[in-house]
Each structure stands twice: as structure tokens, then as C-alpha cells.
T-cell receptor, first 113, second 113 residues
Framework: AQSVSQHNHHVILSEAASLELGCNYSYGGTVNLFWYVQYPGQHLQLLLKYFSGDPLVKGIKGFEAEFIKSKFSFNLRKPSVQWSDTAEYFCAVDGGSNYKLTFGKGTLLTVNP | NAGVTQTPKFQVLKTGQSMTLQCAQDMNHNSMYWYRQDPGMGLRLIYYSASEGTTDKGEVPNGYNVSRLNKREFSLRLESAAPSQTSVYFC????????????FGPGTRLLVL
């Protein structure tokens, strides 16, 4: 069965700091990878996704993620965070089932102004 | 477009009571999903419907039933609520499975006493 690990439960940064949130998955086959974000009081929405091609994926609001197959990782990055990036971030993997997304437990990001 | 809508927004039940959570989407999506979100657990898939007329179990289906009423609507029923079902329930939809983005509703907060 596929699983997803997000190593950081809560990350606290100051504005303009760089961000990297870790995500590792366990599945031996071809995967589709996602990062979703939940801003306070809002719906989950997609930040970015990877399914093939260039392993460096760019998403909305300046976020990017790099798929490293040898490390089973899909880390999320942003060079300079803003207060408005305060949210909970979820990594998710679809390991070939096509419909059964497995989510990580989430990382709460707090950005202090 | 309203996107994905859910009713009710909030519900309190007593142990043993039943209720149905409603979900509708107006994006002409084929696939629909029910998740629950618990603190520190991320999102876990309860049931999904790959297309109209089909439903399948997800990771945590026990204690729940679903109905794909038509292409737009996908309901989740708790026949005999238990305190362990206290959670936030999210409905989502996508055009199909795999790499397709899932669009989430605003959630239903359920408290079972």
C-alpha cells in the first residue's frame, strides 16, 4: 500500500525566509504527486502536481517542487515566503490506483510578519 | 459556477443517530470523493465514485455508506453515528482519476456526542 510522510508537523518562519517542506512516499511503481494547500477557513486547493516529464514542477503563488525518484521525494519549495502563505500544506500521492489519493498528515506553516 | 457544495456546514448528533451529508458539483465532473480530516491524520479517503453508477471503498469505509445519485450528487450516510466519527468531512470531484486535479468543497464539521 502507498503511504506518504511529511516530516515537519509545524514550521514557523519569518517573512522573506526560504521554505522547504519535505514529502516522502512509499510506492514502487509510477506515481502521480500533488501538493494541496488549505488556507485558514478555505477549501483545499491544488498548488502543483507532477505526473511525468521535467521533475521540477512550478505551481501557483511562486511555489515549486522537485521530484527525486531515487529518494522517493517530492519536496515543496518557495524562495521567499509571505505572511499570506500561512496555511496547512498536504502532500498526496496516487500510486496507480487512479482514484485513491493518499495524503500526508500535513504541515502547518506559520509565517510571522 | 459554485464548484463543489456541501450541506450542512455543521451538525451535532447523538450516538446512534443517523444522518446524510450531501455533496453536489456543477463542473460536469465524472469522479467524486468523500474524505474525512482529523487533527494530525491528514485526509483519509472514505469512499469514491469513479463515474456515475459506481462506488468503491477507500481507506476508512467502515460505518459509512454512499450513494451516487446522479452525475452531480454524491451523498455520504452515517447509519448509526459514533463519537469516533467526529470529524470534518470533505467532498471532492475531478474530471477523472489519475493526474486530474480534485476540487474540494468547504467541508462539513460533524460532532457526535
Amino acid at each position: 500500500a502507498q503511504s506518504v510522510s511529511q516530516h515537519n508537523h509545524h514550521v514557523i518562519l519569518s517573512e522573506a525566509a526560504s521554505l522547504e517542506l519535505g514529502c516522502n512516499y512509499s510506492y514502487g511503481g509510477t506515481v502521480n504527486l500533488f501538493w494541496y494547500v488549505q488556507y485558514p477557513g478555505q477549501h483545499l486547493q491544488l498548488l502543483l502536481k507532477y505526473f511525468s516529464g521535467d521533475p521540477l514542477v512550478k505551481g501557483i503563488k511562486g511555489f515549486e517542487a522537485e521530484f527525486i525518484k531515487s529518494k522517493f521525494s517530492f519536496n515543496l519549495r518557495k524562495p521567499s515566503v509571505q505572511w499570506s502563505d500561512t496555511a496547512e500544506y498536504f502532500c498526496a500521492v496516487d500510486g496507480g490506483s487512479n482514484y485513491k489519493l493518499t495524503f500526508g498528515k500535513g504541515t502547518l506553516l506559520t509565517v510571522n510578519p | 459556477n459554485a464548484g463543489v457544495t456541501q450541506t450542512p456546514k455543521f451538525q451535532v448528533l447523538k450516538t446512534g443517530q443517523s444522518m446524510t451529508l450531501q455533496c453536489a458539483q456543477d463542473m460536469n465532473h465524472n469522479s467524486m470523493y468523500w474524505y474525512r480530516q482529523d487533527p494530525g491524520m491528514g485526509l483519509r479517503l472514505i469512499y469514491y465514485s469513479a463515474s456515475e453508477g459506481t462506488t468503491d471503498k477507500g481507506e476508512v469505509p467502515n460505518g459509512y455508506n454512499v450513494s451516487r445519485l446522479n452525475k452531480r450528487e454524491f451523498s455520504l450516510r452515517l447509519e448509526s453515528a459514533a463519537p469516533s466519527q467526529t470529524s470534518v468531512y470533505f467532498c471532492a470531484s475531478s474530471y477523472s482519476g489519475g493526474i486530474e486535479t480534485q476540487y474540494f468543497g468547504p467541508g462539513t464539521r460533524l460532532l457526535v456526542l
